[in-house]
């Protein structure tokens, strides 16, 4: 199996960037497609982003598509959410999953929690207004 631990969260006014990052040891990192997701108060999971094996293919939310952007170096076993122009509705917990395949490419077939057999503990994003 896999560990992953997310790291970067922060408290950041509206309008600015974060960067997170997801940390992963145990299996090799490139068998697995990773994904983000977050989790505000009182609401269910929601799919951010996610990223095939190779970096080469990668789907996004339409809430954050053209504002956020998922990258990997699987030399570092790290997988990366680069926020900008975050706004207060982006307050979450985000956490990152992994989920064990080479998908040649990810798409809205790759968004379900449901798919990641692996998750870290999350980290909080807090966007004030």
């Known amino acids: 199996q896999v560990q992953l631990v997310e790291s970067g969260g922060n408290l950041v006014q509206a309008g600015g960037s974060l960067r997170l990052s997801c940390a992963a040891s145990?299996?090799?990192?490139?068998?697995?497609?990773m994904g983000w997701f977050r989790q505000a108060p009182g609401k269910e999971r929601d799919f951010v982003a996610a990223?095939?094996?190779?970096?080469?293919?990668?789907y996004y939310a339409d809430s954050v598509k053209g504002r956020f952007t998922i990258s990997r170096d699987n030399a570092k076993n790290t997988v990366y959410l680069q926020m900008n122009s975050l706004k207060p509705e982006d307050t979450a917990v985000y956490y990152c999953a992994a989920k064990p395949a080479r998908l040649g490419t990810v798409s809205v077939y790759n968004t379900a929690g449901s798919e990641y057999g692996y998750w870290g503990q999350g980290t909080q994003v807090t966007v004030s207004s």
């Open positions: 990223i095939n094996w190779s970096g080469t293919s990668t």
């Open positions: 145990g299996r090799t990192f490139s068998n697995y497609a």
